[in-house]
């Protein structure tokens, strides 16, 4: 039977980027004899403009009824000034809640050949190897009242959590610990935030259930400087959604590009949503530039999680590693030793490897 994937593109450079993850999952079709039956669907700026709405019912529909969701990228200057409800973000969210996908995983690889691409010295981000646990359907992003108040004057954006939304986040974390060097950091502001102290207090109860993780407690300030001056002393992070938006962004950093990040974005049973953590680079949107891996690494995520397709995912994997080995490189990876080459050539790059 054919898996069955949604594909919202959305604006900017994810349409650009999202035929690209679907070009490789073709020719892993092919190799691998699996059926792939895809259908596209509007998500954010895009269906606003189509539909009135950032996020029509039919898109919501489509998703529940798939096996997996691909998504490319929202927003764009277009709609910056539109109202909240009418922000091309709110479709995000919106498809985020609607499939309780409350764990979004963000591996953070460094290749060896991009070791030039990052600001950071070679030596700190050699051997940096982690991944980001972020909790993505509570806290800041969805409490309220959300809202002005005080005639304009005055503001309130409201952080919630319950016990259960953070238990499940930091077992899913605990277990990925698990799976890799089996050592965990819980990320917080339990100094200042109420929520935080629960946080901590949970993930102090789990431990016994996970003897075999070693944990600590760092908070989100000292954090965010160890992530770029020790990189390789985390193996997984787990936080509330706002610290781990800002912080995958950070560690973007130590593979060079925001443009390598891939992610996982999974529901306790249901369907998962696989989507680059970069968003829709007005700046370079149109341009056919834009660097393609971390849309085709999110669709390797989507054959491991979703499909259980480790060999599949492997390949994709691997051919990417080895294009850029030879030194292919995308604007945003350039160096001058490196042969440039645009997204459509680099997503050809990739599948040839693969056949
Ligand atoms: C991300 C993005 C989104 C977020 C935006 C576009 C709403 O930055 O996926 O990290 O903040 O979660
Ligand atoms: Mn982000």
């Known amino acids: 039977m054919a898996n069955k994937i949604v594909l919202l593109p959305g604006d900017g450079i994810g349409a650009e980027v999202i035929y690209a993850a679907k070009d490789v999952l073709e020719a892993i079709s092919k190799k691998f004899g699996k059926e792939f039956e895809f259908s596209s669907h509007d998500i954010g700026g895009i269906a606003i403009d189509n539909h009135g709405t950032p996020l029509p019912d039919e898109t919501v529909e ?22 909240s409800d009418l922000r091309p973000e709110r479709g995000l969210l919106g498809i985020r809640k609607a ?35 972020r909790e993505l359907t509570g806290g800041l992003y969805f409490g309220r009242p959300s809202e002005r108040q005080d005639n304009g004057n005055a503001v309130v954006d409201t952080l919630t959590y319950t016990r259960k939304e953070i238990e499940r986040i930091v077992d899913k974390a605990f277990q990925s610990a698990q799976l ?15 929520s935080s102290k629960l946080w901590r207090e949970i993930v102090e109860e789990k431990k016994a259930q996970y003897p075999d993780v070693t944990v600590e407690h760092v908070l989100v300030d000292a954090a965010a400087m160890k992530l ?13 959604n706002m610290f781990g938006d800002i912080l995958s962004d950070e560690a973007s950093v130590l593979t060079g590009s925001l443009g390598m990040l891939p ?12 989507e680059p953590a970069h968003g829709s680079a007005p700046d370079i949107a149109g341009k056919g530039i834009a660097n393609p891996i971390a849309m085709i690494l999110s669709a390797a995520m989507m054959l491991r999680y979703s499909f259980q397709m480790n060999e599949e995912a492997q390949t994709i994997e691997d051919a990417v590693e080895q294009v850029l080995n030879q030194n292919y490189h995308t604007a945003d990876l350039y160096n001058k030793n490196g042969e440039l080459v645009n997204t459509n050539e680099m997503t050809q790059l990739i599948v040839e490897t693969i056949e």
Do not use: M
């Open 99 to 133: 499939l309780d996908l409350y764990a979004n995983l963000r591996p953070v690889k460094g290749f060896d050949k991009l070791l030039h691409a990052s600001p950071l010295r070679p030596d700190i981000i050699n051997g940096s190897d982690l991944l980001i646990v």
């Open 62 to 83: 489509a998703c529940k009824k798939a096996d997996a969701v691909l998504l490319g990228a929202v927003g764009g200057p277009k709609w910056d000034n539109n109202p």
């Open 228 to 240: 770029i001056t020790n990189p390789t002393q985390f193996d997984v992070i787990v936080t509330e």
């Open 180 to 194: 890799r060097k089996k050592h965990l950091t819980s990320v917080d502001k339990a100094n200042v935030l109420e």
């Open 263 to 274: 992610s996982a974005s999974l529901a306790e049973d249901g369907v998962g949503l696989y």
